[in-house]
């Protein structure tokens, strides 16, 4: 553990009470008007701790494999709890949205995983970092919206169109990347692939 990774922890702590503050604002007296508000402050604070985990790893030379591990799984739990809090009103996001989020950032984390148990690890691609900026933008749109939303402004058909067109737009780009970092470490994947199978082949010699 160093101060980067302790940073990455932000994302993972402050994803729970992102949900919370979303579903239950009534119970904390949190006002609709004030909401959106208070869910980009959280927001806020998550995306800088992505931005500056990265580089206080690389300024003082705290680049860990935990690290290379951790980041993407804490961007992926925070990114994913953000848009399946969306799925409830007033945003009503499509569940099934959230569910290609959720199956693309399976696939690989655990295909980085268990090639980091194998000895060899898998670097971020660039295309990653991609989805990341688009996912964030998408939610950061949203949350924008939910303040005219708030005040009367727009009707909620324009926000959930509004939050259904900026998502699709992220799982269609976070689909891609996903493609193509399995593509990039096509290499590594036939290698796990095959100690896998010399595995299975020496258990049935035996």
């Known amino acids: 553990m160093n101060f980067a990774n302790y940073l990455t922890f932000i994302r993972i702590f402050v994803s729970p009470i992102f949900m919370f503050l979303y579903i239950e604002h009534e119970l904390l007296g949190v006002s609709n008007t004030l909401l959106p508000y208070l869910l980009l402050f959280l927001f806020g604070v998550s995306e800088l701790s992505d931005a500056f985990d990265g580089y206080v790893a690389r300024r003082y030379n705290q680049v860990t494999d935990l690290g290379k591990l951790l980041d993407p799984m804490a961007d992926s739990i925070y990114r994913i709890s953000v848009f399946l809090t969306f799925t409830r009103p007033p945003v009503d996001l499509p569940l099934l949205l959230v569910f290609i989020f959720l199956y693309r950032d399976s696939v690989i984390s655990t295909l980085r995983t268990i090639c980091a148990f194998r000895g060899f690890a898998l670097a ?57 970092y399995i593509f990039a470490n096509r290499e590594y994947v036939i290698r796990l692939l095959t100690i896998e199978n010399e595995k299975k082949a020496k258990e049935n010699s035996l």
């Open 124 to 180: 971020a691609r660039a295309s990653g970092k991609v989805k990341a900026i688009i996912q964030a933008a998408s939610a950061f749109i949203i949350l924008i919206m939910m303040i005219p939303h708030s005040l009367g402004l727009i009707t909620q058909s324009t926000l959930h169109y509004t939050a259904f067109t900026v998502t699709a737009i992220a799982v269609i780009y976070a689909l891609f990347s996903g493609i193509e």
